[in-house]
């Protein structure tokens, strides 16, 4: 990886046209996962004018990893400053047109990480601009409500979370902890039931599955003792995770033990969801209240017979009938850039109002 | 570590008194595992004598980790040679006093892994030495049964596995694949589930239990948002695993989940067994056969009042009342000492009766 010397990634800056402030201002949302991070670069929406919908897009731009706990602080913060810079400079604007940035990171658990974050994004941008750092998961909710942050969502990718916001700012999660720790819902975690119930059938301690020959093909092996060195030849859990289509089909052709795995991903799913919603109480005092529900990642795309997304939200409406189920038409960075704007709106009208 | 050049290891053999061939032969047993491994050095028995209980041992030698998977070929070649060395040079012994060697380390679990390593123990000893190499399983079995092949022996230390041998030679394992493929029995399968039942009860998903407390206590954490940090930190199963004596007292003390999480192992440890015993026959036509069970390794110790080992025998014998379990009184290096006795005996024996 190249390493820039201080400053250098805003060189750009120097050879823009000079603008009159606040002809074109913009606001900026990342959505920083740990397989890739992307930056929206968005025109400043009045706040007085509806949202339009789709929302704008001046420029997008990806970068890979920027969850500190994979590649570190400091690459972490430079594949961060690099992919704003970029969205920037694709949208002819630079950094002193911006007036708010969301930044929505994976690995952002602690109002420590929060903190941290913010101090060096305040080394980058003027001090009038609004900085507002999130996890991830707060996008992708803000994906699905247009940058309103209520509601509960729930994503499914490689690994899993629940994540719940009311109306007056109480926020609480459920999942989200790894592997290690119970995320049995996530594409990671059906593949390795999947891949447990291959050795299970082979060396009899479970039912035989139609799952053995189709995981053996797909990874070219010729016997299920050879997936033990498969596994554990690369510790990434997205390269297990990518076997969820391969249990799909196996049980949309009728194979026993991989519906079994499907329904109990579905119930851990929406165990996680419910426990958001109890907690928050988002169904109101009658179990009944409305809210939304936003479904992202790819173990919930509905393009498939057997539908895990449908599943659960089938599951979660027995016992909260108000739950309304979204799937968002927009990419998280979409929803951290209407969350950046929804934030720095309503410190502003703040401000207006005290002065 | 310190790289030791061609044959220098073996340096200690020009400084000893020349002693007549077949004076004081000896065998080499070895047990192999991820976190140590252990030569034994035993006198050789003549094989018209009874077997001595316990075995006599010459000089114990003790080294780190020998499986090639964990450390790579080199480093585990040089660990086995360096150790075998130590204990022959402790008992005032060298390699040409050698008769019989059985090396039984972890991560053997192909021909072609038994055959790679056959080729350079025969670089190193003379050709009339008998050269066996085995799971480290079989090893176990081994010290309970005297060096008879013939029984089921189950592991369950931070891992688990099961291994069954006949006595017309035939074999079958089960388990022995690690985390990600289902050894839910194993130390490092009890503190997961511990783990994952701290995260649920704290997120909502699952009930209150004793182990939010003690297992934090225990390190030293004040949240359980703390322990994905901990978790992820170290992608040691051993240390994980160590988690296991905080769980069987929270289940000693009444806890409903610390016991669900023990139970739920017991029927994981005996369901390989029986799927052993069920692909081998060891129970006989009527299923009432008697057959060895030999119980190794830290999670099967009976020394708590939560005996997880005396519930896996209980379950087992409900189905194979022929059972009989054995607690092994010596290490598995002297198990591999035995069997390499065993096995060289068989040889010599069969030889002599062609000539």
Same mark, same amino acid.
């Given at each position: 990886?190249?390493?820039?010397?201080?400053?250098?990634?805003?060189?750009?800056?120097?050879?823009?046209?000079?603008? =009159?402030?606040?002809?074109?201002?913009?606001?900026?949302?990342?959505?920083?996962?740990?397989?890739?991070?992307? @930056?929206?670069?968005?025109?400043?929406?009045?706040?007085?004018?509806?949202?339009?919908?789709?929302?704008?897009?001046? !420029?997008?731009?990806?970068?890979?990893?920027?969850?500190?706990?994979?590649?570190?602080?400091?690459?972490?913060?430079?594949?961060?400053?690099?992919?704003? /810079?970029? /969205?920037?400079?694709?949208?002819?604007?630079?950094?002193?047109?911006?007036?708010?940035? @969301?930044?929505?990171?994976?690995?952002?658990?602690?109002?420590?990480?929060?903190?941290?974050?913010?101090?060096?994004?305040?080394?980058?941008?003027?001090?009038?601009?609004?900085?507002?750092?999130?996890?991830?998961?707060?996008?992708?909710? =803000?994906?699905?409500?247009? &940058?309103?942050?209520?509601?509960?969502? *729930?994503?499914? &990718?490689?690994?899993?979370?629940?994540?719940?916001?009311?109306?007056?700012?109480?926020?609480?999660?459920?999942?989200? +902890?790894?592997?290690?720790?119970?995320?049995?819902?996530?594409?990671?975690?059906?593949? +390795?039931?999947?891949?447990?119930?291959?050795?299970?059938?082979? #060396?009899?301690?479970?039912? *035989?599955?139609?799952?053995?020959?189709?995981?053996?093909?797909?990874?070219?092996?010729?016997?299920?003792?050879?997936?033990?060195?498969?596994?554990?030849? #690369?510790?990434?859990?997205?390269?297990? /995770?990518?076997?969820?289509?391969?249990?799909?089909? @196996?049980?949309? /052709?009728?194979?026993?033990?991989?519906?079994?795995?499907?329904?109990?991903?579905?119930?851990?799913?929406?165990?996680?969801?419910?426990?958001?919603?109890?907690?928050?109480?988002?169904?109101?005092?009658?179990?009944?209240?409305?809210?939304?529900?936003?479904?992202?990642?790819?173990?919930?795309?509905?393009?498939?017979?057997?539908?895990?997304?449908?599943?659960?939200?089938? @599951?979660?409406?027995?016992?909260?009938?108000?739950?309304?189920?979204?799937?968002?038409?927009?990419?998280?960075?979409?929803?951290?850039?209407?969350? !950046?704007?929804?934030?720095?709106?309503?410190?502003?009208?703040?401000?207006?109002?005290?002065?």
């Amino acid at each position: 990886m190249k390493r820039y010397r201080n400053g250098e990634i805003w060189d750009f800056e120097h050879e823009m046209p000079v603008v =009159a402030v606040g002809s074109r201002d913009v606001i900026l949302g990342l959505d920083g996962g740990t397989t890739s991070t992307v @930056c929206i670069c968005m025109p400043m929406i009045p706040f007085s004018d509806p949202l339009p919908e789709p929302p704008p897009v001046l !420029a997008r731009a990806v970068a890979g990893c920027s969850n500190h706990n994979s590649v570190g602080e400091a690459a972490a913060r430079e594949t961060l400053e690099l992919v704003m /810079a970029d /969205a920037l400079s694709k949208s002819g604007s630079n950094r002193y047109a911006v007036r708010a940035v @969301c930044l929505a990171v994976s690995g952002v658990n602690h109002p420590t990480d929060q903190q941290r974050i913010l101090n060096w994004l305040r080394d980058i941008f003027p001090s009038h601009v609004g900085l507002y750092v999130q996890n991830d998961a707060v996008a992708a909710l =803000a994906s699905g409500t247009l &940058g309103k942050l209520h509601g509960c969502v *729930l994503i499914a &990718g490689t690994g899993t979370i629940a994540y719940g916001f009311t109306e007056d700012g109480r926020e609480a999660r459920a999942a989200g +902890a790894g592997p290690v720790l119970g995320d049995w819902g996530s594409g990671y975690g059906i593949a +390795a039931q999947a891949l447990t119930a291959v050795i299970k059938a082979y #060396d009899g301690r479970g039912p *035989l599955t139609l799952l053995t020959s189709s995981i053996l093909k797909r990874l070219g092996l010729s016997s299920p003792d050879e997936l033990i060195g498969w596994t554990y030849a #690369d510790p990434s859990w997205a390269r297990i /995770a990518a076997l969820v289509p391969v249990v799909i089909s @196996c049980a949309e /052709a009728g194979d026993e033990v991989a519906n079994r795995i499907l329904y109990d991903s579905v119930l851990e799913l929406a165990s996680s969801v419910k426990a958001v919603v109890q907690r928050l109480g988002l169904c109101g005092e009658d179990g009944n209240g409305k809210f939304p529900l936003v479904m992202v990642g790819g173990v919930l795309e509905a393009n498939r017979r057997w539908d895990i997304g449908k599943e659960v939200i089938k @599951c979660i409406s027995k016992d909260y009938p108000g739950a309304l189920a979204i799937r968002p038409k927009v990419e998280p960075a979409v929803g951290a850039a209407l969350l !950046a704007w929804n934030f720095f709106m309503k410190e502003s009208l703040k401000k207006a109002l005290k002065s």
